[in-house]
């Protein structure tokens, strides 16, 4: 049986690690079957966002060291990056949801820990509990992050507060992590905060949620002329869509009341 669930509702996935006895801590299994999600719901073109969760008491309390030490071979196997995608399967399990074209938010509460910080980076959003434990934990162990997490965390804190939480492995509240800016909105049922938000994305022209997502987390470090370049070729295409069209004359319809029904 999966300890990763998914179904689609109304355009909206629900993604769930169900390994609440362990607090969804992640095994080798776990991570494949979160790399075959991601790569599953890039297909559906009737998906408009994605909510990940944990069941029970926590997100994610991190890799299960017990379960995954059991089999050095299956480690080496997981280790080794596939040439076409540059991750192996620790990173991919994370890095597939970068590259699922909606909105990804995760809803976090109890442990988000390790492994599980970094699945947790890998959404779009993040909506915590305010009490929620965070931490790089794989400092503790005398290790890195290593599923996608140096990326991901550098990118929403700066380099500087990556290197002290990932040095230290500090452990901090989810209210912490939200001045950090590792959380995106606090809120005490944060599914409940995740299914509001991806109903309201998922009102959105798909196209252009899809192009705000490509441009941003392909640009994001490179330099001017290259994020320009990007923004040209996305919004071409955007200007020639149905959807923007869809999207534009709803927008006339609900006039703005500082624009005016043209404000952009």
């Known amino acids: 049986m999966s300890n990763v669930t998914c179904r689609t509702e109304g355009g909206i996935a629900h993604v769930r690690l169900d390994r609440p006895d362990k607090l969804n801590a992640l095994t080798l299994p776990i991570l494949q079957d979160l790399a075959d999600t991601a790569h599953d719901l890039r297909k559906d073109k009737s998906l408009r966002a994605v909510v990940i969760a944990g069941e029970g008491d926590a997100f994610c309390a991190g890799l299960d060291f017990a379960s995954v030490m059991k089999n050095?071979?299956?480690?080496a196997k997981a280790f080794v990056p596939l040439p076409w995608r540059g991750t192996n399967l620790f990173q991919e399990a994370c890095w597939a949801w970068r590259r699922v074209p909606v909105p990804v938010i995760a809803a976090v509460h109890g442990h988000c820990l390790g492994g599980g910080l970094q699945i947790a980076l890998a959404a779009d959003f993040r909506i915590a509990t305010p009490d929620s434990?965070?931490?790089?934990?794989?400092?503790?162990?005398?290790?890195?992050?290593?599923?996608?997490?140096?990326?991901?965390?550098?990118?929403?804190i700066g380099i500087d507060q990556a290197k002290l939480l990932t040095m230290t492995a500090e452990v901090f509240d989810g209210s912490r992590a939200a001045e950090l800016g590792l959380?995106?909105?606090?809120?005490?049922?944060?599914?409940?905060?995740?299914?509001?938000?991806?109903?309201?994305?998922?009102?959105?022209?798909?196209?252009?949620l899809a192009a705000a997502k490509r441009l941003f987390n392909d640009s994001y470090g490179g330099s001017p002329r290259r994020?320009?370049?990007?923004?040209?070729?996305?919004?071409?295409?955007?200007?020639?869509?149905?959807n923007t069209k869809t999207a534009r004359e709803a927008a006339f319809k609900k006039a703005d009341p500082v624009y005016g029904p043209r404000g952009r």
């Open 133 to 156: 434990r965070w931490s790089v934990l794989e400092g503790k162990w005398g290790l890195i992050p290593d599923m996608s997490g140096i990326r991901s965390i550098s990118e929403l």
């Open 72 to 75: 050095p071979a299956n480690i």
């Open 227 to 242: 994020t320009f370049a990007r923004e040209r070729f996305e919004q071409a295409f955007l200007l020639a869509a149905r």
């Open 183 to 208: 959380v995106t909105k606090l809120d005490n049922d944060p599914l409940a905060g995740a299914q509001r938000l991806a109903s309201e994305l998922a009102a959105k022209s798909p196209d252009a």
